[in-house]
């Protein structure tokens, strides 16, 4: 897309929306210098630092920052995250307009969320693999749907970047059995899918080998029975139902009612996992995570389908937020007054603290500098301009209508199916969290701008009807 003064003008809604989204990432970086910390941003630096398969979350994110480490900016991290959203909000218009035939107006709307939503802007300054596996599986999504014969070269760069955010948050894994499904439908030759199928485990297998080689085992993490063990920890009922000998002691603490969140229920000091601060999960207790897990299930199959339920469809789309799943962890999805406590002596795995952790990483203590008056002006508009979950769903409604009723295209289907899944596997399999929801926002609201938006088909002009002269006639002989 060119800017042009014409086209400004014929693209003006859009053009402010993406200086209003410039504008606000410039102020943010100016009033929070640095980056915003997370309780796992040390875990990334640590890969960063030293690079090797972290056991407690995939290490894509942490071989990014390793590979801008040279610079020992903390800010430069900031500025190419915030750059990643705004580069994929403009392709994305662009595609919207000139490839999926959606009305100026409708992109636009369509983009706006990604690129004025506060929670997003702060996710983007958090030192979190949020961003990038945003870019990532986002970016793969549309070049999938771009019209036109899916070719092996456009497979195999789809199925590079699904690879790349797939070791980035292993949430992307099924979004590859997605763009298969899409393929599919779209009744691609054989070449696609087998260059599709390559470069999407090129990354994911050579990740899972070089996992083997450090902990034993082909995975992506060594946690997936430690996360179910914490979902299932808020409804697993010891009293009513007797556990296996080897897993009874995995039973959670507490009543049902009283026990915290289930994420929360891993990291606590006194879990029966025997978490601890820079330790790991061995795989004996992944191993008897996952069959105390299976367990409760089992025996308490719509307990869990309760729990699963009440965090996709009351938490994810209420209006407003909760302090959930701790009030620290929501805390630090908005921009703060003052520099996040970092408790630099904590140990972090794999060697040192989060002091000599930062300190190894920027050359410096990264402390996060908040700068008035600019601080203030991105605080009080987090209070005011935001998408709440039920907005959200409204959007997920308007483009299951559209495919049902308006008979959308399967791209509509892909963009639509995509964020339902990324909003669904985290309650499923682990706890709802608030940052899992923005993946999801840019993919609700493509498919319900292609769903709604689309340009009317141009009527060719009338045209008089051609009569033919009549034949002449043979004189009379």
């Known amino acids: 897309m060119s800017f042009s003064p014409s086209a400004v003008r014929r693209n003006w809604l859009f053009c402010v929306v993406l200086v209003a989204g410039v504008v606000l990432r410039v102020i943010t970086m100016l009033g929070f210098r640095g980056v915003l910390w997370f309780n796992d941003s040390y875990d990334f630096l640590r890969i960063a630092d030293d690079p090797f398969p972290h056991p407690l979350r995939p290490s894509g994110y942490g071989l990014f920052l390793w590979a801008l480490k040279p610079f020992h900016s903390l800010a430069l991290i900031t500025v190419l995250q915030h750059a990643a959203i ?82 980035t948050r292993t949430v992307g894994v099924p979004l590859f059995l997605i763009a298969v499904l899409y393929l599919l439908l779209r009744r691609t030759r054989w070449p696609v899918y087998v260059a599709l199928a390559v470069t999407f485990v090129m990354p994911v297998a050579a990740y899972a080998t070089w996992f083997k080689q450090e902990h034993g085992r082909y995975q992506m993490t060594g946690v997936d029975g430690v996360f179910l063990w914490g979902r299932t920890a808020a409804f697993a009922d010891c009293d009513r139902f007797t556990p296996p000998p080897d897993i009874a002691k995995l039973c959670p603490y507490g009543a049902k009612d009283d026990r915290p969140s289930s994420s929360h229920q891993i990291w606590e000091d006194n879990s029966p996992l025997g978490w601890s601060n820079g330790g790991t999960f061995d795989e004996e207790t992944n191993e008897r995570a996952q069959r105390f897990a299976l367990w409760a299930i089992g025996n ?13 469809f009351v938490r994810t789309f209420s209006w407003h937020r909760s302090r959930y799943p701790t009030v620290g962890t929501e805390a630090r999805y908005h921009f703060p007054t003052r520099p996040t406590a970092q408790k630099p002596d904590l140990p972090v795995y794999g060697g040192g603290d989060r002091r000599s952790v930062v300190h190894e990483y920027s050359h410096g203590t990264g402390r996060t500098h908040i700068v008035e008056p600019y601080a203030g002006v991105m605080r009080d508009y987090q209070k005011h301009v935001s998408v709440p979950g039920t907005v959200l769903g409204v959007v997920l409604l308007a483009g299951a209508a559209g495919i049902v009723w308006r008979r959308a295209r399967a791209r509509t289907a892909l963009f639509w199916t995509s964020g339902v899944t990324l909003l669904a596997i985290p309650p499923i399999t682990v706890d709802f969290d608030y940052r899992y929801m923005l993946p999801a926002l840019p993919f609700a609201c493509f498919a319900a701008a292609m769903a709604w938006g689309r340009r009317k088909p141009a009527v060719p002009p009338e045209t008089e009807p051609v009569t033919q002269e009549p034949e002449a006639q043979p004189a009379d002989a």
């Not at 307009?97 to 690129?115: I, K």
Request: aromatic share 10%; proline share 3%; hydrophobic share 60%.
């Open 300 to 312: 308490q199959p719509l307990d869990y389908l309760r729990v699963v339920s009440y965090d996709f």
């Open 86 to 167: 705004i580069g994929i909000a403009v392709l994305g218009y662009r595609m919207l307009v000139r490839d999926f035939e959606v009305r100026r107006t409708w992109a636009a709307l369509a983009v706006a969320p990604v690129l004025l939503d506060s929670f997003q802007i702060e996710l983007e300054h958090l030192l979190l693999s949020d961003t990038l596996f945003t870019v990532t599986v986002f970016g793969a999504m549309l070049l999938l749907a771009k019209p036109g014969a899916a070719g092996w070269r456009r497979a195999a760069l789809v199925g590079a970047l699904l690879g790349v955010a797939a070791v």
